[in-house]
């Protein structure tokens, strides 16, 4: 079951990109292509922010092609803006458990806790403009564990890192996703991020995303869509 | 694209209701004006002489204001000096300043008792008389001067630096820089900035009011004010506010022709180095200018404050009476115009995907620069005769007038600051599932706390400082500060009038400061 992607369509403004694809559950899976593809668009289609043309998105068989974004079961992490500036670190990971931030004790202890999961602790009271690049994607992180949505996607919210901070990154990814069994879906475009985090690669090439195949095998034999994005 | 559909939500709805307010207020006091004109008797030969001194007199104000305006801000271009920002900001400050209080500082400046009077009267010339055509074009010059300077110097700065580089390094001097590059920019920019001004001074009322009058120096809008207030012949009243209207709708026709620039444009602090018009004459010659320019803002300010301070603890207590109703009718005039503003801005930036709606909306916040206060008053007088007493009512209509005619300034702050909020964290807040009024409370409103305290100030300043449609509708008992003022200064009552315009300059500089200050400090992202 998982996330099906059902003979999905998207137009925009003359460009398309095309899916008919399965990712089964708990899976990791990278999306990797050349840039202008459409990954980010596949990526927002799914979460609900682009109506298909035609097709549906399935969750575990249950059509989410109409829900509003924030009903999706799923957490987007974008490239950038991922915190609002003016808001503690701590009322930005709130925001996952209760966005009127109103929260009981139970609640407030719960935020710490993830604050403290994800290497955190004592952090809240800042601003997210206080903290370095890593630790505000560590914020970005705990808030996915609140939100506690079985799907993840990354449209490449780490681009902006170091080679270490960002290995360290997925490694907490990868961390996060087994202990809270996520399916998770990662835009790249770097072939050694997929093959660090990701069992299986869905290559985006040519208007159409291809469905998933084992990472280490996709490389070994690249097809020459790939290749040709390899060099 | 498929689009899903989009119910009318609750934020739309204020929107629509806001443009529906609006346009009851501009369009649909015209249309109960122009019911009530029909009985009336043609234009007589005094209204005539209104109607052209109404052109004359803003021709002459936008033409005298531009040409000053041209070596203003080119000397404001070339130069870098202490105190420079200071004079842009200086620039700004008329939008803010009471026109009665610039009107006193005037008198007491170029009057018939005032400073230049005094100074040639030893050399048998004067007294100098600035009552009629050259003091109401004086006063709208003192205001529209330095509008006219900022924008001008704003087309100054957008000749890019690499050009004035290229220039100097061909040898250009002032003259082939004046052609190559300057003139070419000016005849862009100047066109708008001078309908903008004509617009401004067609409208003009409270310098008519307190410098022309008689059948030589009345503006139409004072006509209006006349018909009604003497008269009270609502059928003339009725009429002149057509032709009013008429004439506003021309200038506004003008000036959307023309592309009239942005008023508060950013970057004006910037200065570009510059290699020519280095000579002793150009740069004794640009700080004369600039010399007399800051000394025609300032000493008639400065002579309000030197006089006022002395009167000041002496005034009447239906003076301070009048202050706090001023404050009343100031603060809920900006309570409106935030409301207003917001809701609308709020759903022009959501119709995105429908720009013709947007666009009407848009369009239906800016209609009121082309209203004109006197016409609003007439029809909302026309209209709630029958229902209601309208002097009890000249305080709240004050406040709903005085927030339509701010709103425009109040859009073009708001609504770059909402749509840069729901550009960058939108699908943030879509995607956390925040929406409604918690996203407008966490997200929206701390984000544009900035432009909402500088529109804030504005309107309050503006408000305050209003003498327009409370003296068509106010009996003694409910003068606002301005039409107080304006009474002591009609019972030549002078001592006590300047020291009430400094209270009322303090008050309105001290709203936009306290407003526009608010809505800086803690946002420190």
């Not at chain 2, 070339?78 to 400050?93: D, P």
Request: net charge positive.
């Amino acid at each position: 079951m998982g996330l099906t992607l059902e003979k999905l369509l998207i137009e925009i403004d003359g460009f398309s990109i095309a899916g008919d694809l399965t990712v089964a559950t708990g899976r990791r899976v990278a999306l990797i292509g050349p840039s202008g593809a459409g990954k980010s668009t596949l990526a927002a289609a799914i979460a609900g922010f682009i109506a298909p043309a035609r097709g549906r998105i399935l969750w575990e068989g249950r059509d989410i092609t109409a829900l509003p974004p924030g009903d999706r079961p799923l957490t987007l992490l974008f490239q950038d803006h991922n915190l609002f500036p003016h808001m503690s670190v701590a009322d930005n990971v709130a925001l996952g458990l209760r966005p009127s931030l109103r929260l009981s004790a139970a609640e407030g202890a719960r935020v710490d806790r993830v604050l403290d999961r994800v290497g955190l602790a004592g952090q809240g009271a800042k601003r997210p403009g206080a903290l370095s690049g890593g630790q505000q994607s560590r914020a970005a992180l705990a808030r996915v564990l609140l939100r506690d949505r079985p799907l993840l996607l990354l449209d490449e919210p780490f681009a902006a890192l170091g080679p270490a901070l960002k290995a360290e990154m997925l490694a907490l990814v990868e961390e996060i996703a087994t202990e809270a069994g996520l399916t998770v879906l990662m835009i790249t475009h770097d072939p050694a991020d997929a093959e660090r985090l990701a069992q299986e690669t869905i290559l985006v090439a040519d208007g159409r995303a291809a469905p998933p195949v084992a990472t280490g095998d996709l490389f070994a034999d690249p097809p020459p869509a790939l290749r040709a994005y390899l060099g | 694209m498929a689009r899903r559909a989009q119910p009318l939500s609750p934020a739309l709805a204020l929107g629509w209701g806001a443009a529906a307010l609006l346009l009851a207020l501009t369009l649909g006091t015209i249309l109960a004006v122009a019911w009530r004109a029909e009985a009336a008797a043609r234009l007589g030969a005094a209204d005539w002489a209104a109607i052209r001194f109404t052109a004359w007199q803003a021709l002459l104000s936008a033409a005298i204001s531009v040409a000053l305006a041209i070596p203003a801000a080119r000397a404001l271009a070339r130069r870098r000096f202490r105190g420079r920002g200071v004079l842009i900001t200086l620039l700004g400050a008329p939008f803010i300043l009471p026109v009665i209080v610039a009107v006193l500082g005037l008198l007491a400046v170029f009057g018939r008792a005032g400073l230049v009077s005094g100074l040639i009267a030893p050399l048998g010339l004067g007294p100098l008389s600035i009552y009629g055509l050259q003091g109401v074009v004086l006063a709208n010059v003192f205001f529209n001067l330095p509008l006219a300077t900022r924008l001008i110097l704003q087309g100054w700065h957008a000749i890019p630096a690499e050009h004035f580089r290229l220039a100097a390094q061909l040898g250009m001097g002032p003259a082939e820089i004046a052609r190559h590059l300057e003139r070419p920019m000016l005849r862009a920019v100047v066109p708008g900035a001078f309908a903008a001004i004509f617009l401004i001074c067609i409208t003009s009322f409270a310098v008519a009011l307190t410098l022309g009058g008689g059948p030589r120096a009345t503006t139409v809008e004072l006509a209006i004010y006349q018909a009604f207030r003497f008269d009270f012949d609502l059928g003339r009243a009725a009429l002149l506010a057509l032709v009013q209207f008429g004439l506003c709708a021309i200038a506004a026709a003008a000036a959307l022709i023309v592309a009239v620039p942005v008023a508060f444009g950013a970057g004006l602090d910037r200065t570009v180095q510059r290699w020519d018009a280095g000579g002793r004459a150009y740069r004794w010659g640009d700080a004369a200018l600039l010399t007399l320019v800051a000394g025609f803002l300032l000493l008639p300010l400065a002579m309000v404050a030197a006089g006022g301070l002395a009167a000041l603890p002496g005034l009447p207590a239906s003076v301070f009476e009048a202050a706090l109703r001023s404050l009343a009718v100031a603060l809920a005039s900006t309570a409106l115009t935030l409301g207003l503003g917001i809701a609308l801005a709020s759903a022009i930036v959501r119709l995105r995907d429908r720009p013709r709606r947007a666009g009407f909306l848009e369009a239906v916040g800016y209609l009121s620069i082309a209203a004109s206060p006197m016409v609003i008053g007439t029809g909302l007088f026309i209209l709630l005769f029958p229902v209601a007493d309208p002097v009890a009512l000249a305080l709240p209509v004050t406040a709903l007038v005085n927030a339509a005619m701010s709103l425009p300034f109040a859009l073009r702050a708001l609504i770059p600051a909402i749509r840069d909020v729901s550009e960058t964290y939108g699908r943030l807040s879509e995607s956390l599932g925040i929406g409604g009024w918690t996203r407008f409370r966490l997200v929206t409103l701390p984000r544009i706390r900035r432009p909402l305290g500088f529109a804030a100030g504005l309107s309050a300043a503006l408000s305050m400082g209003d003498l327009g449609v409370i003296a068509l509708f106010a009996d003694p008992d409910q003068a606002t500060l301005p039409l107080q003022l304006y009474r002591l200064m009609a019972a030549y009552r002078m001592e006590d009038a300047t020291g009430a315009a400094l209270l009322l300059l303090c008050l309105s500089l001290a709203l936009f400061w306290i407003f526009d200050r608010g809505g800086r400090v803690g946002t420190d992202t």
